[in-house]
């Protein structure tokens, strides 16, 4: 049986611990992650977070959620989220639980074995029917990332990194160097 959105919003915040999902109608917990997964989504957002303006932009790791219509909320491992959007949020929906419906600059998820095929096989194409500017897949044991970017068109391309610097399409003056993110890892 479908749950609402509604039973959803309150199942969310009242076990936090429990980083509800919600697809289809039917809640998913997140499951816990292995420590290089949660490293590497820690470094990540840090290391982003350290290029952007505050007053511009904030970086989530493993907090808020995207949102799409149909009854799917997901919890990305790192997701930049425009201030203006934030403030937003708050006015409009204060102590409720932080939802994005707009296409965001940047949603990150790190492989991990319990994670990984649900990532790829249902996360991914949500992000892309949102809009989500650039969409990352990090996989921390291969040391590789993923990277889908939309083009004009709304058509997404795909670039495969096994190193070196990554700059990002939708945040200006953002790189990564992913041979400095695997090595702390």
Not at 151 to 173: A, M, Q, S, V
Request: negative net charge.
């Amino acid at each position: 049986m479908a749950i609402s959105e509604q039973t959803y919003e309150r199942v969310a915040l009242e076990d936090p611990e429990g980083k509800w999902e919600l697809y289809c109608g039917q809640l998913r917990s997140k499951p816990i992650v292995t420590f290089e997964h949660g490293r590497i989504a820690w470094n990540l957002g840090f290391s982003v977070q350290q290029q952007l303006d505050l007053g511009q932009y904030e970086v989530r790791v493993d907090a808020g959620r995207t949102r799409r219509p149909g009854g799917r909320f997901y919890i990305p491992d790192v997701m930049v989220v425009p201030t203006d959007l934030i403030r937003r949020m708050l006015r409009e929906r204060p102590r409720r639980l932080e939802v994005y419906d707009e296409p965001l600059p940047l949603i990150v998820e790190v492989w991990s074995p319990s994670t990984g095929e649900y990532d790829v096989d249902d996360k991914l194409p949500e992000y892309q029917q949102r809009g989500d500017l650039e969409i990352w897949r990090i996989h921390p044991y291969d040391r590789t990332v993923n990277v889908w970017r939309r083009e004009p068109d709304g058509r997404y391309t795909e670039t495969l990194y096994r190193g070196g610097i990554i700059r990002l399409t939708g945040l200006p003056n953002v790189s990564v160097n992913l041979d400095e993110l695997f090595n702390l890892s």
